[in-house]
């Protein structure tokens, strides 16, 4: 696992205004594609300072060239994988050194693997749970004592629709985000005593990123994202919004919710309707 490694710090334009509307300091995790290289992105078109996290630099050079293009009024790149707390740690401890302060946290980094629980390699299994739910408990452990002390901020778990459903042949995924929104739950109420650090779920649906066609997958399928599927950037400005309306939840489409009812009022209908349907449509062999 790689630790820290600063890139490069590239200069642009812009103010700093520490806890106002911006610009903000921002680091974005997973941010080499999909969710997390738009919020990038889109933090950059703010004029912010942001900082691009990922397992290793490779696509981020370009990102931060892109951001600083964008209107960021810096970019740093950091490698580091949320697996290793050590290295969590020293993103946090190097941004803090650097800036004096970090305004929000937005988390994107996720893998996901497809297979019917018993097919699933253990190993498969073990990496979704760690990256997905540990990973974000890592970022949370570190980031937290930072905004309590600062007394502000916005730490956004990027969860999933499946962290409120269940779906056919994603156990590993389906269980790392139901534990990243019970995860976030538990970190708002704990932070309730200071009401300008925010802890937010951003629960996309099916998103049209990379991620599928990376998924590990017991049965070498073909993974597509299942209908309704949203853009990366329309999931961006939905958490990008929270740093300056933060709610303890937020759903990026109407279509989630009308899945959320219907698994939870119509369990039947589910089972023998949309779970069938939902294998059909994203699970290709």
Request: glycine share 8%.
């Amino acid at each position: 696992m790689q630790g820290l490694v600063p890139v490069r710090v590239l200069a642009a334009a812009g103010l700093r205004v520490p806890g106002g509307s911006g610009p903000h300091v921002v680091l974005v995790t997973g941010a080499s594609s999909g969710i997390g290289r738009a919020t990038a992105l889109l933090a950059a078109e703010r004029g912010d300072r942001v900082a691009l996290m990922a397992r290793s630099e490779g696509a981020l050079d370009d990102l931060a060239d892109e951001c600083v293009a964008a209107g960021a009024e810096s970019a740093d790149v950091v490698t580091a994988d949320v697996t290793d707390d050590a290295s969590v740690a020293r993103v946090v401890d190097d941004l803090v050194e650097r800036h004096g302060r970090i305004d929000a946290v937005l988390h994107c980094a996720g893998v996901v693997t497809y297979g019917r629980t018993e097919d699933v390699a253990a190993d498969d299994f073990e990496q979704v749970v760690s990256t997905n739910l540990l990973g974000s408990a890592t970022v949370a452990r570190h980031v937290i004592p930072v905004l309590r002390r600062q007394r502000y901020g916005v730490l956004v778990l990027v969860g999933s629709l499946l962290g409120h459903v269940a779906v056919p042949d994603m156990t590993p995924y389906v269980v790392s985000k139901w534990g990243v929104r019970a995860l976030a739950k538990q970190l708002s109420l704990e932070n309730a005593d200071l009401p300008d650090v925010h802890v937010v779920h951003v629960a996309p649906g099916s998103v049209d990123t990379p991620i599928y066609g990376n998924a590990l997958d017991s049965a070498g399928a073909v993974n597509t994202p299942p209908p309704p599927v949203i853009s990366p950037e329309r999931v961006a400005r939905v958490i990008y919004r929270q740093l300056r309306f933060p709610t303890a939840e937020s759903q990026t489409a109407f279509s989630n919710y009308a899945m959320i009812w219907t698994h939870n009022l119509l369990p039947f209908v589910w089972r023998r309707a949309v779970g069938p349907v939902f294998r059909a449509v994203s699970h290709k062999g």
